[in-house]
């Protein structure tokens, strides 16, 4: 985290880690049954590829181009259509803050904010849901560049701290230059105007958050380390007291949040396969994290697969 070795995993985030290995096996030996093919972007590229040209490649692969982006509103309906769309490529995308169901173990995202488990059939990301909202979107986009360059990794995925590994390095480079290409930045960033607003109006302009713009402001010569590090700690402590008050307002549906920490492509094939009858209920209920058959029920319908 930030350079800095950590000593050992919590019990949480290795119990995170192997709940999502399991999901990844089971998810492999259906795409196998399946026929799915096996998807040519993992381990496509090398450390040594252009970063420029990796980034403009995942954004066509994925399309999360800059007119994808235009069509949301904010950049929380972007993150929530950059998830979709890595979903759609056949990417396993899950995205939750406590250990499975279990709300007693909450996740640390000053432990790790995400980790990619590299399968050329069943490529798996995780994100901490602890983490902010701000801070999700560049964990998604560095997570798919581990997965490009066919490296499993868990990461810290900051977008201030350099790290010290080489491949962490790359997969920042390429995280960035996807979500907010710099040549693009470059030609609209005015160094003339005030900070913050010029800061918000590119945010909306790309649909990222403020975080990211002010790394790319500081990429394009427009604020030394030193100021970048000064006015990211502002900004990261006012999207943080955003992020208590919108997580202080309730507890949302709980079948939307099972759909995002489980992550539709797999909670579709499990239901898929159960009703199919290739996979126990029993098996379902523990790849899916609860033990009711109603609640099983209600999700598949909302998946729209009852």
């Not at 590090?229 to 949302?252: C, D, I, P, T």
């Amino acid at each position: 985290m930030g350079s800095e070795r950590l000593g050992r995993p919590s019990p949480d985030l290795l119990d995170t880690i192997y709940i999502c290995q399991q999901r990844q096996e089971w998810y492999r030996d259906f795409a196998r049954s399946v026929g799915e093919d096996r998807r040519t972007f993992v381990g496509s590229v090398a450390l040594a590829s252009d970063v420029v040209k990796t980034a403009a490649e995942m954004r066509r692969t994925l399309g999360f181009d800059l007119e994808e982006r235009a069509a949301c509103g904010t950049w929380t309906v972007a993150l929530r259509r950059f998830v979709e769309l890595a979903d759609g490529l056949g990417v396993l995308v899950m995205v939750n803050g406590v250990v499975g169901n279990n709300t007693r173990r909450k996740l640390d995202p000053q432990e790790f904010r995400g980790f990619a488990l590299v399968d050329d059939l069943a490529p798996l990301v995780f994100i901490n849901g602890a983490d902010t909202k701000s801070a999700q979107m560049f964990t998604l986009a560095h997570e798919l560049a581990h997965l490009w360059l066919g490296e499993t990794a868990l990461s810290d995925a900051s977008l201030v701290t350099s790290s010290s590994h080489e491949v962490e390095q790359w997969c920042n480079r390429v995280a960035v230059e996807l979500l907010v290409p710099l040549a693009v930045l470059s030609g609209e960033y005015d160094a003339e105007a005030e900070l913050g607003s010029e800061v918000e109006r590119l945010a909306r302009r790309f649909k990222v958050s403020t975080l990211v713009i002010l790394r790319r402001i500081h990429d394009a010569g427009g604020l030394t380390p030193d100021e970048l590090w000064e006015v990211y700690g502002v900004e990261l402590k006012r999207l943080l007291a955003l992020n208590l008050q919108k997580k202080s307002g309730g507890g949302g549906n709980f079948y939307h949040t099972q759909g995002v920490r489980v992550g539709k492509r797999l909670a579709r094939a499990i239901v898929v396969s159960t009703l199919e009858g290739h996979t126990l209920h029993r098996d379902a209920f523990r790849l899916l994290g609860f033990k009711k058959l109603k609640t099983f029920q209600e999700l598949s319908q909302r998946l729209g697969v009852g």
